[in-house]
C-alpha cells in the first residue's frame, strides 16, 4: 500500500469526518470519492461485521437520476433485465450493458415512481452512458447525479439498531424494498439492501439532508453502542467468501453478464428495447465458455490481488483470479476466477500465477457463504 | 494522507515496476489506474523538475479511440473547437462538453488519419460518453479504450534526452505534432506534449510495444543519467505556478469551457454540429460571470486543498479555490480559484476558507509562470 494524495478531485463525503474520527485506516477511489477499505485491520473489521454491527459510509454509490416522461422506457433500455412487472419501492439489481452485451456497470436501480428512477453505480461513469444514449435518442428525461449519500448499516445486529433508530415498520422492510422514515424533521429513504451478505439497511442521505448526515451518524454510533455498533466498511474476505462481484475487479466491459454469472438477470427475450439484446441472444441460449467462479488457492495467506492471475492447466491458460485474500474462518485463501468451461468443474485442480509465484488452486461448485 | 488498498480495479500499468524500482511514495487514482503524485518530496521533484529531465507514468491517460468513416464529423460533434483544419500527426486540447455546455472532458485529441482519432483522456469515463452519442445516432464508427499507455519525458533537458535516444528528427518535432520514431523494432509515436510547463515529449506505447515498455523505461533512465534524470510525475506546485487546470480539480459538469478560461478554444459558430453549441451561443458573446483566476493565499504554507475552500469577500460567498499548495519559488502559496466578475479583477482582496482557517488572499492577472 502506498499513501493516496489529497486532492479535490477525489471527493470526501458528508460522513468523512465521522469516518476519520473513526481512526480510517485505508481507502479506495470509487467514483472518484473516498471509500474506507480498512478501519481497525481487514480482519479484525470481518470478524466483527459477520457477529455485530457497522456502520459504512457508502456515499461513492452514487445515484443516476432518470426523471421524465421517457424514465421507465430509457430504464428498460438500459437493462437486459425485464423490468416490466417492477412496483415503486422496489430495488431491483439490473446489469448495465452496452450494445455488444459488455458490462458497463452492475447498479441496484431504485423505482422511485412511474417517471423517476435512481440507479446506484458501481465504479463507471454511468451517468455518461445514459447522457450520451439520451442526446443521441432525444428522450424526453432529465438525467443527473444529484447528491445523494448511501449510509450503510450492515450485520446481524442491523434489524435491532434500525428498529431503536427508525421503528418497527424500518425493521420490518422486505429485502430489495424501501420507503421513507423521519429522522431529525427529515423523511430518509432507507433499503433493506447493501454489499455483504450479513443483513443490513442502506439511508439515502439527499442534498437537502446534508444537515442531518453527521447527526444521523453520530445517532446511529450512540444507538448502536448496546449492540456493539463501529465503523467499518465493504469487507474483501466477507465480499468473496459470500461470492459478492466488484465491477472494475471482477468484470469489465470485456464480460457479457453470463460470464459474470448474471445470465439470471437478463430476460433477453422480453426485456424489450434494451440494448445489447441482439449481441446477448446468442450467448443466452448457448450460455457463455468462460464463467465466474469461486476459486479455492493452497497454502499461506496470498499476497494483494492488484492485478490479474492467470489460472492454467499444464501450460495452458484456462482463466484467471481477479480477487483472492486470506479467509480466517475457512482457513484458506477465498478467490473469485472466470474459467474456461473446459476447466469449470467443481473439484477442478488448477495452477494460479499470483504476483509472487505459483500455488494450487481448485474450483469450487459454490461461493462460501 | 491514508493508504491505497490495492486491487485490481485500480490499475496497474506497464511502468508500475519501474514507479516502484524509483520509490514512489504516493499515488493518487486517474481514471481507474495508478497515477504517482510524489517520489523524494513535491518540493524537490518540484526543483528537480524546472531544472533537469524527469520520466512520467502517465499510462492514465487513456485514449478513447475513433476509427470508421464518420469519425471527423463525431469529432467535431464532441467539441466546440473547430477542427476543420487540423491536419493529421497534430495534437489539439478539445474541451467536451454536454448538451448544457458543461465540461465532461479537457482531453487532447491526436489525429492519426482521416478516419482515425486518438482522445487522451482527463479523469472521467469520456468512452461511455461517446459509446452512448454514437449507439443513440448510429454513427459509423468503431470507439474502444485501446491499450494505449504514455509515457511522458519532462523538463528542459527533454529536447537533450529525446535526441540522444531517438535522433535530431524527434527533437525537432514542434508544440502538439506527433510521429512515429523507431525503438527497439517498435515504431512508437511521440508528441511534443505534456502536462507540465516544462517542455518535453509523450510517448504512446502501444499495446503491440508492450514489451518494449520497461526496456524504453530504462533506457530513457541509463541515457538520462548525464542530464539528471529522475522518475517523476505531474507536480502540483508547477501546475498550479503554470495554470494548467485539472478536470474534476479546477472544474466539473458544472462549469462551461468559458468559465473555466478556455473560451478561446471554443468557435462556437464556426464548430459546426458540436454538441452543446446552443447552450453556449449566450455564454461565447456575454462572457461568463465567474472564472477561473489564479490566487495568492497570504500566510505560511496551507493545508493540502482536498475540498473546495469559499472566497468571501466580507460575508459574501464570490468563489471558491480548487488547488493550492506553497511554491518555494515564489515564497506564497500558490493557488487557483473561480471567482464572480464582481471581484475577479487583479488585486481584489479576498478571505479564503481553508480547511485550517481564514486566510487573506488575492486575486492576480497571471499565472505565476
Redesign the interface.
Known amino acids: 500500500?502506498?499513501?493516496?494524495?489529497?486532492?479535490?478531485?477525489?471527493r470526501?463525503t458528508p460522513f468523512s469526518e465521522g469516518v476519520e474520527a473513526a481512526g480510517?485506516?485505508?481507502?479506495?477511489?470509487y467514483n472518484?470519492m473516498l471509500l474506507p477499505?480498512?478501519f481497525a485491520s481487514v480482519e479484525e473489521d470481518y470478524h466483527h461485521l459477520k457477529s455485530a454491527v457497522q456502520l459504512w459510509d457508502v456515499a461513492c454509490e452514487r445515484q443516476v437520476e432518470i426523471r421524465g416522461p421517457d424514465a421507465s422506457r430509457l430504464m428498460q433500455m438500459l437493462t437486459p433485465r425485464n423490468l416490466s412487472g417492477m412496483e415503486a419501492g422496489r430495488c431491483f439489481y439490473v446489469p448495465i450493458v452496452?450494445?455488444t452485451g459488455g458490462m458497463?456497470n452492475d447498479p441496484v436501480a431504485l423505482k422511485l415512481g412511474e417517471d423517476r428512477w435512481w440507479i446506484s453505480i458501481a465504479?463507471?461513469?454511468?451517468l455518461?452512458?445514459?447522457?450520451?444514449?439520451?442526446?443521441?435518442?432525444?428522450l424526453d428525461v432529465l438525467v443527473d447525479e444529484p447528491d445523494v449519500s448511501p449510509l450503510a448499516v450492515q450485520g446481524p445486529r442491523s434489524d435491532a439498531l434500525i428498529e431503536k433508530v427508525f421503528g418497527t415498520e424500518a425493521a420490518a422492510l422486505r429485502f430489495f424494498r424501501f420507503a421513507r422514515f423521519p429522522f431529525m424533521g427529515h423523511d430518509l429513504l432507507i433499503a433493506r439492501s447493501g454489499y455483504s451478505k450479513q443483513g443490513g439497511f442502506e439511508i439515502y442521505v439527499e442534498a437537502g439532508d446534508r444537515d442531518v448526515a453527521m447527526p444521523l451518524w453520530n445517532a446511529l454510533l450512540e444507538a448502536g453502542a448496546e449492540f456493539d455498533i463501529r465503523a467499518g466498511c465493504p469487507n474483501?474476505i466477507e465480499r468473496i467468501e459470500g461470492g459478492l462481484l466488484?465491477?472494475?475487479?471482477d468484470m469489465t466491459r470485456e464480460n457479457t453478464p453470463h460470464e459474470c454469472g448474471l445470465g439470471r438477470f437478463c430476460d433477453t427475450h422480453s426485456a424489450i428495447g434494451c440494448?445489447g439484446r441482439d449481441a446477448l441472444l446468442r450467448v443466452a441460449i448457448e450460455g457463455p465458455i468462460r464463467q465466474i467462479r469461486p476459486i479455492e488457492i493452497a497454502g499461506d495467506r496470498v499476497p494483494?490481488?492488484?492485478?490479474?492471475w492467470p489460472l492454467m492447466a499444464g501450460e495452458t491458460r484456462v482463466g484467471r483470479v481477479?480477487?483472492a485474500i486470506w479467509s480466517p474462518d475457512h482457513g484458506t485463501n477465498v478467490a473469485i476466477g472466470m474459467v474456461r468451461m473446459t476447466h469449470w468443474d467443481p473439484g477442478t485442480q488448477l495452477r494460479v500465477e499470483t504476483s509472487e509465484g505459483p500455488r494450487d488452486a481448485m474450483v469450487r461448485g459454490k461461493f462460501w457463504n
Open positions: 500500500m502506498a499513501l493516496i494524495a489529497p486532492s479535490r478531485r477525489i470526501r480510517v485506516k485505508g481507502y479506495t477511489v472518484h477499505t480498512v452496452d450494445e458497463l465504479d463507471s461513469d454511468l455518461l452512458w445514459v447522457k450520451g444514449v439520451v442526446y443521441g435518442l432525444r474483501l466488484s465491477y472494475g475487479n440494448i494483494g490481488c492488484d492485478r490479474l481477479s480477487s
